[in-house]
């Protein structure tokens, strides 16, 4: 017969209070975002799609929303494409100052966003450079680079090199090589690194607010302006847009991620 724990029982229940803190806020938002009424009230008096449609009638949201799919996008194919060239040159090659230069481009994960902001920012006040949507695209870039490195160099490793040499032992150049082989085995992690980028420039706030500008202003950045001046029950609605984009983008990153490695193997 098994016994009582007073002590795992105590640990179960902190656990799942420790989660009902959690997710209760984001049940909330996304249930108001159907509600009615101006004002949050519980039991709710039916269910309307009213603030979605005013949402969707909101020209200064919905610039926000195209300027953070935007980022978003070109910050996930830069990012890419960077963190390919860097881990096939960390994992395939040797050079002087390899892991100096890969612990540079992993060190934004171990800095606040604060002081990368701030940073940043103070870097271009030195140059004399206004704040613009490259400046935005840039920091973005340092921000989500070092999870598509990592992400990538973690199946670049369990990639056998000798693939590689048997298809150039075969007559195929550096290119073709990379194009054939190693692409398709990588496309897994690049879907999900890609993804992940995409993700993270698209909810980033803290040090977004030091780089953005009045007219590039992204999604969650437009909520928190919309925040401090008042509660409007169109920052519910937007925010269960947003919970939504911002959950299933991941899984769908972990999705593709599976789907492809049971393909290759």
Do not use: C
């Amino acid at each position: 017969m098994k016994q009582f724990s007073p002590g795992w029982t105590l640990i179960r229940i902190y656990t799942i209070l420790v989660y009902v803190f959690m997710f209760a806020p984001i049940v909330v938002v996304i249930v108001l975002a159907f509600n009615p009424k101006q004002f949050g009230i519980f039991p709710m008096e039916g269910v309307s799609l009213r603030w979605f449609v005013k949402l969707a009638q909101n020209e200064s949201i919905i610039d926000a929303f195209k300027n953070s799919l935007v980022l978003g996008s070109l910050t996930a194919v830069i990012s890419t494409g960077i963190g390919i060239l860097a881990a096939l040159a960390f994992i395939r090659f040797e050079f002087p100052g390899k892991n100096t230069l890969n612990t540079m481009l992993l060190s934004p994960i171990m800095i606040p966003e604060v002081v990368l902001g701030v940073a940043l920012l103070l870097f271009l006040r030195f140059l004399q450079q206004p704040k613009s949507f490259v400046l935005l695209l840039i920091g973005h870039v340092v921000l989500t680079l070092p999870y598509v490195l990592l992400i990538v160099q973690a199946r670049l490793v369990g990639i056998k090199k000798e693939y590689e040499e048997a298809a150039k032992s075969l007559g195929a150049n550096a290119f073709e090589t990379f194009r054939e082989v190693t692409f398709p085995l990588l496309l897994p992690a690049i879907l999900a690194g890609a993804l992940f980028a995409f993700t993270i420039s698209f909810d980033d706030i803290t040090a977004t607010l030091f780089w953005a500008t009045a007219q590039n202003q992204t999604v969650p950045v437009k909520i928190f302006s919309m925040l401090r001046n008042s509660i409007s029950p169109e920052i519910n609605a937007l925010g269960a847009v947003m919970i939504v984009l911002t959950v299933t983008t991941p899984l769908l990153a972990g999705y593709l991620s599976r789907k492809f490695s049971k393909i290759k193997d």
